[in-house]
């Protein structure tokens, strides 16, 4: 089956409606942005969840010292790089990585080969803004890509994710504004309905 990851969780509340709803993992964003989080609040959810659920902690050009101190004080399982962060900066890492890369040619897929990372994560390429777009990409550039794990991303919500997996047969999917209403609170019944889509594809 296709596995679900809920970003942007902000408290215990989403982060246990993913769990119930049959998520794979929760995101919690430390880069600057409308779904920040704070340390001492992400360790609080985590410390509360345990081992229910994988908790992946999101950064971008994040110092690494700082990441790795974060990562601990957290207890997150996994860290995602949504920025800039070069093929070195991975190697420095003893966690799971996953490595974003945002897309709009096939010369942003390209860039793949040059790292060595858990999972490869693709979303959509709005210039000043690192995740959360709400907008697709052409799932065509990604569709045929050879990489473990890779993880679709980018404008998904409950209407359109069927057809997103169905094109791309993606490892994961991840998905933040697209279960989220117009203040940018995480609806906890889109939230359910999204996961509902994924799994009826199998």
């Known amino acids: 089956m296709v596995r679900v990851k809920i970003c942007g969780i902000k408290n215990t509340a989403e982060a246990l409606v993913a769990i119930s709803a049959g998520a794979y993992a929760i995101g919690e964003v430390f880069a600057p942005s409308s779904r920040q989080i704070s340390v001492e609040k992400a360790a609080a959810i985590n410390h509360t969840l345990n081992k229910q659920i994988l908790k992946v902690g999101v950064f971008v050009d994040e110092k690494l010292d700082n990441l790795k101190r974060i990562y601990?004080?957290?207890?997150?399982?996994?860290?995602?790089?949504?920025?800039?962060?070069?093929?070195?900066?991975?190697?420095?890492?003893?966690?799971?990585?996953?490595?974003?890369?945002?897309?709009?040619?096939?010369?942003?897929?390209?860039?793949?080969?040059?790292?060595?990372?858990?999972?490869?994560?693709?979303?959509?390429?709005?210039?000043?803004?690192?995740?959360?777009?709400?907008?697709?990409?052409?799932?065509?550039?990604?569709?045929?890509?050879?990489?473990?794990?890779?993880?679709?991303?980018?404008?998904?919500?409950?209407?359109?994710?069927?057809t997103a997996i169905g094109q791309v047969k993606p490892w994961a999917v991840d998905v933040s504004s697209g279960v989220e209403d117009k203040d940018g609170i995480k609806d906890h019944q889109k939230i359910i309905e999204f996961i509902s889509k994924v799994k009826e594809v199998g």
């Open 72 to 162: 601990r004080e957290t207890n997150l399982d996994i860290v995602q790089l949504h920025g800039n962060e070069p093929p070195e900066y991975v190697a420095e890492l003893d966690m799971p990585v996953i490595k974003a890369f945002a897309v709009s040619s096939r010369a942003d897929i390209d860039k793949v080969r040059n790292y060595q990372a858990w999972a490869y994560l693709f979303d959509t390429k709005i210039t000043g803004q690192a995740g959360g777009t709400g907008i697709p990409f052409d799932w065509d550039l990604v569709k045929s890509l050879q990489v473990k794990k890779l993880i679709l991303a980018g404008g998904l919500n409950p209407d359109n994710v069927t």
